[in-house]
C-alpha cells in the first residue's frame, strides 16, 4: 500500500492529541514531524544572548524536553533517537550547546507546493507583492534541487567544516546527562562542534565509567578539557585499583563516583 494521508495541522490542537498520557513510540515519531519547522525560510532564536538557526524540517529540543513533552524517562528518550539516527531517521547537532533534531526525509511528509512557496509573508515578500532577494535564492535553488532530483543527480549541498551532529561514545543516560552538564559550563557554552567531537572521542578511549568521572571532575573543576597528557596514567592505575579491588570483594557491586574520585586523589598524591 502507498501514497498519503493528508492531516490537517489543526489536528494537534485536538483535545484528542492532548489528552494527557505517555505516548507510543509511533505518536513520539509524529510528533517530531508535526514540530519541526514547515515554513522555507529559516527562523532565527536568541537563546541565552545566542542567536540560533532553525531551518525547514528541524527543531530544538532537549531530551528533558522531550521526556517531559512524551511522559517518558530521559533513558527511553536517549534510545528512542539513537534509534532514529542508526536509521537515518534523524540527525542531530549542536549550535550554542543547544540541541538541534533535523529530520532527514522532512520533505517526503510535508512537500512543497506553489502555494507554500508564495505564501505572502513580510519577511519573505516586498511591499508590491514580489518575493525578497533572499527568498528568490530559496526559492531558485529549491527548483534547480528538485530538478536534478528528476534527472537522478543529487541536489547540491554546501560543504561544511563543523559536523553538524555529534557522535556520542556511549549510549547511557548517565553519560548523556553528564555530557549536558559539561557543555553548560561558562568555558564549555562556546565551544564549536568539531571541539566537543574531539572531547567525545578522547572520552570513547576510556572506559565509560572512568569517561564519566573525567567529565565529573572537569565540572567540579571547572576544566577546558576532559583530557590530558597524564590521563592515559591515570587511567591505567584506575583500572588497577578499581579492578584489582573488584578481584578481592567481587560481591560488592560497582565504585561509586565519591570511591572513584578517592581514587584520583591517592594517584596524585603518590605522583606528587
Known amino acids: 500500500m502507498s501514497g498519503y494521508i493528508k492531516l490537517n495541522r489543526k489536528f494537534f490542537e485536538h483535545s484528542f492529541w492532548n489528552d494527557e498520557r505517555t ?40 531530551q528533558r524536553y522531550l521526556a517531559k513533552r512524551w511522559k517518558w524517562s530521559l533513558g527511553k528518550v536517549n534510545r528512542f533517537i539513537l534509534m532514529l539516527e542508526r536509521e537515518r531517521m534523524v540527525e542531530r547537532r549542536m549550535e550554542h550547546s543547544e540541541t538541534i533534531i533535523m529530520l532527514c526525509n522532512y520533505d517526503s511528509y510535508n512537500q512543497l507546493t506553489s502555494n507554500t512557496m508564495n505564501t505572502n509573508e513580510n519577511t519573505n515578500e516586498n ?10 535564492i530559496q526559492t531558485k535553488e529549491y527548483k534547480e534541487g528538485e530538478e536534478l532530483k528528476e534527472k537522478g543527480g543529487k541536489k547540491p549541498t554546501t ?28 568555558k564549555w557554552k562556546k565551544k564549536l562542534p568539531l571541539s566537543l567531537q574531539m572531547a567525545l572521542d578522547s572520552l570513547g578511549k576510556y572506559d565509560e565509567e572512568f569517561a564519566i ?10 576544566w577546558q578539557g576532559v583530557t590530558f597528557s597524564d590521563t592515559e596514567q591515570k587511567f591505567e592505575q584506575w583500572k588497577k585499583t578499581k579492578y584489582g579491588t573488584a578481584k578481592k570483594n567481587s560481591t560488592k557491586g560497582q565504585a561509586t563516583d565519591d570511591a572513584a574520585a578517592s581514587i584520583f586523589a591517592r594517584i596524585e598524591e603518590t605522583q606528587s
Not at 127 to 136: S, Y
Not at 162 to 182: C, G, H, R, V
Not at 213 to 222: D, H, T
Open 159 to 186: 560543504k561544511k567544516k563543523q559536523p553538524e551532529t555529534l557522535n556520542f561514545p556511549f549510549d547511557s543516560i548517565e553519560f548523556a546527562e553528564t555530557w549536558d552538564k559539561l557543555i553548560g559550563m561558562p
Open 23 to 62: 505516548l507510543s513510540l509511533a505518536e513520539a515519531w509524529l510528533d517530531l514531524i508535526a514540530s519541526a519547522r514547515f515554513e522555507v525560510a529559516p527562523e532565527k532564536v536568541v537563546v541565552k544572548m545566542n542567536i540560533i538557526t532553525i531551518n525547514r524540517g528541524e527543531l530544538r529540543a532537549s
Open 127 to 136: 511591499a508590491d507583492g514580489t518575493l525578497t532577494e533572499h527568498r528568490q
Open 213 to 222: 568521572l573525567q567529565m565529573k571532575l572537569a565540572i567540579q573543576g571547572n
